[in-house]
């Protein structure tokens, strides 16, 4: 059963770059070319895609985050992770990594998610 | 660009039916796959429609999906409503004009 996790520090100070990691459990990160995205919610309010990677590198990200937004992977270690630098409060929220199993947008598999807020 | 909207809220007896409507403000709501999502309170979301009316294994067939081109939108529609169906629900779609995949604002669903 596939399984992912989200790690990462939960304060990141303003200016500074945010880093998460999601680990993917069950399955190769490799399998069958799925997409693996990063979505946001900040607290009370909805979610926001922040981009996708499929194909072990290639990216799509949010037009709104795209100057700040990288996703890699490490497939040595099945994890696939985000970096959003000069992040602000506005950063502040849960991340969520999932799977695309249609490579459409249709985010079969989640993980829990991690709160990151950003306070000096 | 497009955006989604959604309403608030809805809110309806158990037993019931309910429909929540998802509308694009430009561009047909038939040129790109609409899916549903539920997340309860301090629970990751779920997708429960995906490609506008298929049903992932294990949602129950109370949960269905269409899309209406007269109105632009498209509609999540729960039957035989359960408490254990109050959550939140948002639709999403893909903007090939910009590379984004879109999410609606949400919809409480309140059963009372």
């Known amino acids: 059963q596939l399984q992912l996790q989200e790690s990462g520090p939960g304060l990141v100070k303003p200016s500074e770059t945010l880093s998460l990691t999601c680990t993917v459990s069950g399955d190769s990160i490799n399998s069958d070319h799925y997409f693996w995205a990063w979505i946001r919610q900040p607290p009370g309010r909805g979610l926001e895609w922040i981009g996708s990677m499929y194909d072990s590198g290639t990216t799509y990200y949010s037009p709104s985050l795209k100057s700040r937004v990288s996703i890699s992977v490490d497939t040595s270690k099945n994890q696939f992770s985000l970096n959003l630098s000069s992040v602000t409060v506005a950063d502040t929220a849960v991340y969520f990594c999932?799977?695309?199993?249609?490579?459409?947008?249709?985010?079969?598999?989640w993980g829990p998610g991690t709160m990151v807020s950003v306070s000096s | 660009n497009f955006m989604l909207t959604q309403p608030h809220s809805v809110s309806e007896s158990p037993g019931k039916t309910v429909a929540i409507s998802c509308t694009r403000s430009?561009?047909?709501?038939?040129?790109?796959?609409v899916h549903w999502f539920q997340q309860r309170p301090g629970s990751s979301p779920t997708i429960v429609i995906f490609e506008d009316k298929q049903r992932p294994s294990g949602v129950p067939d109370r949960f269905s999906g269409s899309i209406d081109s007269s109105s632009n939108s498209a509609s999540l529609s729960i039957s035989g409503l359960k408490t254990e169906d109050e959550a939140d629900y948002y639709c999403?779609?893909?903007?090939?004009?910009?590379?984004?995949?879109?999410f609606g604002g949400g919809t409480k669903l309140t059963v009372l």
């Open positions: 999403q779609s893909y903007d090939g004009s910009t590379l984004n995949w879109v």
């Open positions: 999932a799977r695309d199993v249609t490579r459409g947008g249709a985010f079969d598999v």
């Open positions: 430009s561009g047909s709501i038939a040129s790109n796959y």
